[in-house]
């Protein structure tokens, strides 16, 4: 379920579209300025958080003017701390206003997603669990939000609906049971891992008897899941999921689950506080 740590391919489009939202048909507040005056200018932040989408912004600086220099201090991934200037640009004052809202939107998300990330991925580090985001990302930026759980140290879970099978309640009802559910999996994509969310042991009963490969406990007992883990005998992976959070994350760690899957990482990330300044 993990994927190389490299950037997405529709890394330009995304920042077109951004830029499109922001600029439309152009920044009339930027034109009070003369064309010629040059400025230097920082971004930093002003709390401490991982760094995440210098990419990003790299591409807002291209597209907007390609003759911004930029100079990064610290790369994605590295912490950073309050009021230290981790980025320095020098440009025309007018396209560095203009690109600095799209910019500054992409690195805050980005490493608001990288914080929390790490936040969890230390807590259970101490565990083989891997944890994995989900598809509960903000529209547009999915590929952006998976690549910066990976900066924090998490795992990516599937991209979208094409490149796995996750089959859950009511999947199985219109299929009419799991062993269905599976054996249509099997045959209409062969080569694709298939994963059964299952509600309790009976059904976890059912889902290694279809021989799924992942199993995904959804709101399992810590009871119910180290008997699901001691039952299940590594014949399938298992995954635990259903609101955890920094409380919870911990005891179901140590059940023995070899995924935890979390949509907080990318649905209640909190965006971190950034401010680019001009500098003399």
Partial sequence: MTRPLTLPADLGATVANAIAEDVGSGDITAQLIPDHVQANASI???ESAVLCGSAWVNEV????DPTIAFEWLQRDGDHIEPQHPFVRLHGRA??????????LNFLQTLSGTATISRRYAELVAHTPVRLLDTRKTIPGL????????????????RMGLFDAFLVKENHINACGSIAAAVA?????????????EVE???????????????????NFTLTDMRHAVAHTRKRALLEASGGINC??????????????SIGALTKDCKAIDLSMLFTH
């Fill in 44 to 46: 930093f932040s002003r």
């Fill in 61 to 64: 600086l291209r597209q907007i």
């Fill in 94 to 103: 007018r396209s560095l206003l203009t690109a600095e809202r799209c910019a």
């Fill in 142 to 157: 999915r590929t952006a939000q998976k690549y910066a759980v990976a900066v924090g140290g998490c795992s990516n879970h």
């Fill in 184 to 196: 249509a999996a099997r045959m209409l994509q062969p080569g694709k891992p298939v994963e059964v």
């Fill in 200 to 218: 309790t042991l009976d059904q976890l009963d059912q889902a290694l008897r279809a021989m799924a490969d992942t199993i995904m406990l959804d």
């Fill in 247 to 260: 409380d919870t994350l911990i005891p179901i760690a140590e059940t023995g689950v070899d995924f935890i």
